[in-house]
């Protein structure tokens, strides 16, 4: 009985349970219970043309529902917007770039507590600009779909592609329905998994031709090129710099010096080739770097071309090694000594002992190089050695040798990873082992100071300018190795925290840049006297040039020397240095320059006066046919026009005028060129105000980094506002040795070379999409329009100044030497003043000043992948 009455109780038991689960079925919508969502899922991709973007783009429509209690209502919730996805786009087999996107917000409602959510989401891409044919392929991904949705969502979807004045041609996999514009297939995620799935491919291929007037958003930018660029910039620097050096060194072979110093250009350009060795890691152990970037243009310039250690190498220890040995020779007008090759050598080595010490030995390819570098110094120093018809070859040999050494030894360095060493775990060992061969830059700054200041330099001062140099270059660097988390994301040393040698490093060739500015100044203004001139002052002013030039877009950086706009630029001016700055111009315009305030005042007396005949002459010219024909004696005429003869006997009237226009506005006037120049920096900077306030408080640094420690970007900033003073102190100070024959001519030639300077840059800033996330015509003309304006109205300026000072200085009125009665004497200059004056103004209130880092709309991942 006990037994029998135990399973009745559990059969009732059974029963009752069945009966409420058949009861909760019936009450409970079958959407609420967590299983598939109702209905069919909708994706509709609609592929058009922007117009007024003249862009491609796509428009997606998802429509589905999502059951109440399901897993994809809860990823609903949590990340509040919808799934959409399913299908990618391609352009030429590969994942189309994109220039934005446009995303409106999700559209989800739900009747009642278990009723369905039923979502409603739009997204757009637009596809980076093309001219002519526009090829696009769409291509269905179920298992992306299936793996973007959650259980609760609709397992069946229909994929339309309507794409109106769009010819679709190759379609594939098994199509629902087709129309003239329009492809749906009709596809199930629950089938996804199974080989036979996944072997049906569901594409089609739109194709469209449609002619752009805009520039193209797009641009992949190779590595060839960017090195190509950089030796056009590296070639403008080593010209100015050859011809400084030939100047320096004397009237003994100034061939040589200027050729040699073009070889170590030509070197630098070559190092620029190499790569960044890979690092030394344990096995099992590998860096990955990432690469945040928004916006389209393709890769940024630093994904393209990261500078390896062996130009870092070149640049801070090769060429400072032979500018120093070279500042030795100037100073004792002879070889540098052994002791002082000693010290340049023997770095290198004590790097590699310092790697040995950390527990990187050279293999034996590095032991190879090691004795082939100094095998070739060993050859080098024999060959000049016993060369006995070569007096001045034998001299210079152990330079030659000990040069050669550190060139192939920084070559056989800058290939050691430990320089290039992406490792979080380096060692302080090879943290010394690279520290070491940083200094020789700050050994040349401190060896220039004796001759700069024309007086000798005591031991105590050297030392501690040459650590405070030093400690500025490094201190960075090994603040940021020593208390930074290089494992950190959010790091805000970044860049610092890698090798000294290599990357974009922005604060050491600021230190380099102030500083050589710094001395180029002190070197004229010491010798600036008035009657004075320093030997190889017009070298130094067109360094001065290029050097405002570099700062014409903030700190000059590997980044912005490797931009078109900037490289060309700097070219330009180099070459044009040599027509503004004529070579031997200190020799032939020395007398202009020691013309005192009296001498001036008698040459503009003479000026004025043979003007005053010249221009009486023409009138007698005219009115003598009249007075001829009323009575008036032929042989009256000829005493009076040969009385009006222009004073003078060396060649024509003509050029005898011109000579005593050079003579009157081509001197300083008594003054000391340092004061000129002085005066010159001053006036540049104030007629420059208006436009580099503007620029200052409105627009960004160029070249930066994502990250600027050390307030980088505000000493950028105040570098590119203060350009304009290196120009008009070059105007001021060489006014004697600048081409032309009057201030305003001599403000022309200057003109000519500064507009194409300022102009380039902003070529690329506004067009190259590398470069800028809109490019555009119409921010290109107004940059364009500015900054060739803003040049206009500083040049002529400087001239019109000048004119008036001249005259001042020789107690006349300016009236007396330009005459405005003459329509042309007025309306060539103002008129050229108020045009560009007017044309930066209208930039500048018309807002449509380009920005040089503009900062471009928000973008999803580079990869053009909807899953």
Not at 324 to 338: A, E, L, Y
Not at 404 to 412: G, Y
Not at 664 to 669: K, R
Not at 731 to 753: C, D, E, N, S
């Amino acid at each position: 009985m006990t037994s029998s009455g135990s399973g009745r109780t559990r059969g009732a038991a059974v029963v009752g349970l069945l009966l409420c689960l058949a009861c909760w079925c019936l009450a409970v919508p079958a959407h609420a219970r967590g299983g598939s969502g109702s209905g069919t899922g909708s994706i509709t991709i609609t592929v058009g043309w922007d117009r007024s973007r003249q862009e491609a783009v796509v428009k997606e429509t998802c429509r589905y529902e999502v059951a109440a209690r399901s897993k994809a209502a809860a990823a609903l919730r949590k990340d509040g917007a919808g799934h959409c996805g399913g299908y990618d786009i391609l352009r030429q087999g590969t994942a189309a770039d994109l220039d934005g996107w446009a995303n409106r917000p999700d559209t989800v409602t739900q009747a009642g507590p278990d009723a369905p959510l039923r979502v409603r989401s739009s997204f757009a891409y637009y596809l980076a600009r093309r001219d002519g044919a526009q090829d696009l392929r769409i291509v269905l991904d179920v298992k992306g779909l299936a793996e973007a949705h959650a259980a609760g969502s609709p397992t069946v979807w229909t994929m339309k592609v309507s794409a109106p004045e769009w010819l679709p041609r190759e379609i594939r996999g098994p199509v629902d329905s087709q129309s003239a514009d329009a492809v749906v297939w009709r596809v199930s995620t629950a089938a996804v998994g199974s080989k036979k799935a996944e072997a049906v491919v569901r594409s089609v291929t739109l194709v469209r031709t449609e002619a752009t007037t805009k520039p193209a958003s797009e641009r992949e930018q190779t590595r060839g090129e960017m090195l190509i660029v950089f030796a056009l910039a590296v070639c403008g620097i080593g010209l100015v710099a050859a011809l400084l050096v030939a100047r320096l060194a004397g009237r003994a072979v100034p061939r040589r010096w200027g050729v040699a110093t073009m070889l170590l250009a030509v070197v630098t350009s070559l190092s620029a080739c190499f790569g960044i060795p890979e690092p030394l890691l344990p096995p099992n152990v590998a860096v990955g770097s990432i690469s945040l970037t928004i916006g389209g243009g393709g890769p940024p310039p630093g994904m393209v071309w990261t500078p390896g250690p062996v130009l870092g190498m070149w640049l801070w220890y090769v060429l400072p090694l032979a500018g120093w040995w070279f500042t030795r020779r100037v100073v004792t007008r002879r070889p540098p000594s052994g002791r002082v090759l000693l010290i340049g050598c023997l770095p290198p080595v004590g790097s590699f002992l310092l790697m040995a010490a950390g527990g990187t030995v050279p293999q034996a390819r590095g032991w190879a190089l090691l004795g082939t570098a100094a095998l070739l110094a060993l050859v080098a120093f024999l060959t000049l050695r016993y060369l006995e018809e070569l007096t001045a070859l034998r001299r210079w040999s152990p330079t030659v040798a000990a040069l050669a050494w550190t060139a192939a030894v920084a070559v056989v360095l800058g290939r050691s990873p430990v320089m290039a060493a992406d490792d979080p775990d380096i060692t302080h060992w090879e943290t010394a082992a690279v520290l070491v061969c940083t200094w020789p830059m700050a050994a040349w700054l401190t060896s220039l100071l004796g001759p700069v200041l024309r007086r000798a330099v005591g031991v105590a001062t050297r030392t501690v300018c040459f650590a405070v140099l030093w400690a500025a270059l490094v201190s960075p660097f090994v603040v940021a190795r020593l208390l930074a988390d290089r494992r950190s994301v959010t790091n805000l040393l970044g860049i610092y925290q890698q090798p000294f040698f290599t990357g974009y490093a922005t604060l050491p060739l600021l230190v380099v840049l102030v500083c050589g500015v710094a001395l180029q100044l002190a070197y004229l203004l010491r010798r600036g006297g008035a009657g004075e001139f320093a030997r190889g002052a017009e070298s130094v002013g067109r360094v001065l040039l290029v050097c405002g030039v570099l700062t014409a877009v903030g700190i000059p950086t590997l980044r912005t020397l490797s931009m078109w706009g900037q490289a060309v630029a700097v070219l330009v001016v180099a070459l044009g240095t040599l027509l503004v700055l004529p070579v031997g111009a200190s020799v032939t315009a020395a007398r202009f320059q020691r013309v005192s305030r009296a001498g001036h005042a008698r040459f503009m007396d003479r000026w004025v006066t043979t003007q005053l005949v010249w221009d009486t002459r023409a009138d007698f010219q005219r009115a003598a046919r009249s007075a001829l024909a009323e009575g008036m004696a032929v042989a009256d005429f000829s005493d009076r026009w040969r009385g009006l003869d222009v004073p003078g006997r060396t060649g024509d009237p003509a050029k005898r005028l011109a000579r005593a226009r050079r003579f009157a506005l081509g001197t300083s006037a008594g003054v000391a060129p340092r004061t000129a120049g002085l005066a010159g920096a001053a006036a540049a900077l104030t007629l420059a105000l208006p436009w580099a306030t503007y620029k200052l408080l409105t627009t960004a640094a160029v070249g930066v980094d994502t990250v600027m420690p050390f307030h980088l970007d505000a000493l950028s900033k105040a570098l590119r506002f203060g350009h304009w003073a290196l120009y008009g102190f070059v105007f001021g100070y060489f006014y004697a040795l600048l081409r032309g024959a009057t201030p305003v001519g001599k403000a022309t030639f200057l003109m000519l070379v500064l507009v194409p300077a300022e102009v380039f840059p902003m070529l690329s800033l506004t067009i190259d999409p590398q470069y800028t996330a809109d490019p555009s015509w119409t921010d290109m003309a107004a940059a364009c329009g500015g900054v060739a304006g803003q040049t206009v109205v500083v040049c002529m300026g400087l001239g019109l100044g000048w004119e008036w000072w001249l005259a001042r200085a020789a107690g006349m009125k300016w009236s007396q030497v330009r005459n405005f009665r003459r329509l042309s004497s007025i309306t060539v200059p103002a008129g050229t003043v108020l045009v560009a004056a007017a044309t930066a103004f209208a930039t500048t209130v018309a807002g449509t000043w380009a920005q040089p880092a503009p900062e471009p709309p928000p973008q999803p991942p580079a990869a053009v992948s909807t899953k």
